[in-house]
């Protein structure tokens, strides 16, 4: 077992902390206002790399593993979860269905264009299909050597300004999972649109849209993997999408933690600093020791999913652990600050914000329970 990690994985981890540091903590208030993502930051990003971090090299991409993609997504939700979750939506579940799933010639004509930062979204959840996802409604029916898509998708992260949509629909009048199929469909494909912004409680810095999909013909080259097969397709890229944000998790945990820090330090009451008083020092031990627990479970599903080895059980449980710590961290580092957490001058109310959602996209914490649960029963205890 080498818990070190390799020369490469400590630049770009380096590399990706500097530019966080410089270039996006400087606007994550002001993007957390206003919602706004300046051009310049966007153009900024797509020079760095940070839209092509999981897509191959020969398409233009820095071909990361798991393992680095995920201590680089640390460092970005360090000290902007919202501009995070932009990333890893485009180089997990916007990417992994065309790079796992889509035809050689379709590969060749859109992972160079997503690999260069035009933006992909990835479209599954419907008004009445969340958790359930198997129950969604969008129908996508054949006519000729097309599909043609009608119906609503919710939650769509990247949606306003994605040039690339995955989308799953089913033939009519089919049921659970097996009619499912998978698309990539492009921006301007007359009949989807965006029909409306979220005005969310945090990661105001990401945009979640509704997209409406009315009549949308896509050629049936533009499915992905097997007729049929988009449940499965959307389940794989998820369960590479949960580490991604396991990993963000424990960033906006840190950034609590370490904020935390800074205060508990400076702040004097009864005559001697936070930081020197029992009760705020087991509050930090917790903290650290949880943060660092999902770190580990993190790193060890992304290692599994490098070596090609299951890791759906190991995604749900770092997703799960490393979003229940981030709250209790940003609870934590709240009560630390006493009211001055309760306000917007100091960074963890954002945070606090920020890592609410974690629990719930991706998959709720529930869900994750349920996906372990069943590995657990049927017999997979260690
Ligand atoms: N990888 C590959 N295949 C998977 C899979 C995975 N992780 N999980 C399930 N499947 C396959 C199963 O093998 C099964 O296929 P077969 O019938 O061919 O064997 C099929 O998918 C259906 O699986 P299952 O019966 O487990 O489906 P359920 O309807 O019970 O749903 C859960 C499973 C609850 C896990 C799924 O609906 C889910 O993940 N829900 C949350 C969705 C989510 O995360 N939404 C957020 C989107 S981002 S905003």
Known sequence: MDFELSENQRLL???????????????????????EVPDALLAKMREAGFFGLAYPERYGGLGLDTVTY???????ARQSAGICIMVTVHNSVGYYPVAGFGSAELQARYLPRMAAG?????????????????ALASTARREGDDYILDGSKVWVTNGSRARFFVILARTPGTAGHR????????????????AKKEDKLGLRASDTVVIALDGVRVPATH??????????????????GRI???????????????EALKYARQRETFGRTLA???????????????LEAARLLALRAAWLKDEGRPHTREAAMAKLFATEAAGRAADEALQIHGGYGYVKEYPVERYYRDARVTRIYEGTSEIQRLVIARQTLAGRVG
């Open 13 to 35: 981890r380096d590399m990706t902390r500097d530019f966080a540091a410089r270039e996006i903590a400087p606007l994550a208030h002001a993007m957390d206002a206003t919602g």
């Open 70 to 76: 995920g201590l680089v997504v640390e460092e970005l």
């Open 118 to 134: 035009e933006l992909a979204a990835f479209c599954i959840s419907e008004p009445n299909a969340g958790s359930d996802a198997a």
């Open 179 to 194: 009619g499912i199929h998978a698309f990539l469909v492009e921006r301007d494909t007359p009949g989807l649109a965006v």
């Open 223 to 240: 499915r992905l993997g097997e007729e049929g097969g988009g449940f499965r397709i959307a389940m794989t890229a998820l369960d590479g």
């Open 244 to 258: 991604g944000v396991a990993f963000q998790a424990i960033g906006i945990g840190r950034a609590c933690l370490e």
């Open 276 to 290: 020197e008083q029992p009760v705020i020092q087991h509050k930090i031990a917790d903290m650290t020791t949880e």
